[in-house]
C-alpha cells in the first residue's frame, strides 16, 4: 500500500524547480532538430524532453531555457585547454 502523499506511476522532476511530480501532470517540451523548443502534448516524441511544472513562476523562468547550451560549452571548454597547454610548451 502507498504511503500518503506517494506519487503513483511514473514520476518525472521539472527542469526548473527540480521538484518531482506525476508524468501526467507536467508539460513535455522537446527540442527538435532545427533548435527550436516545441511543446509535446502527446508526450511521445523523439528526442530528449524537458518537463516543466504548472507553477507560473517556473513557466516565466522557462522563457529563458536554453536547452543544449550546457554540452556545447563543455567542447569549447575542452577546445580551450588544448590551445592553452600549447601556449604554456613554448
Known sequence: MPEAGAICGPVR??????RRFAKAE???HVLTPE???????AQKSPGRGFYLCPDPACGRRFE???PGTRQRGRR???AAGRS???IWQK
Open 13 to 18: 522532476m521539472c527542469v526548473i524547480c527540480r
Open 26 to 28: 507536467l508539460a513535455r
Open 84 to 86: 592553452k597547454g600549447a
Open 76 to 78: 569549447s571548454r575542452a
Open 64 to 66: 529563458k531555457y536554453r
Open 35 to 41: 533548435g527550436i523548443l516545441i511543446i509535446d502534448e
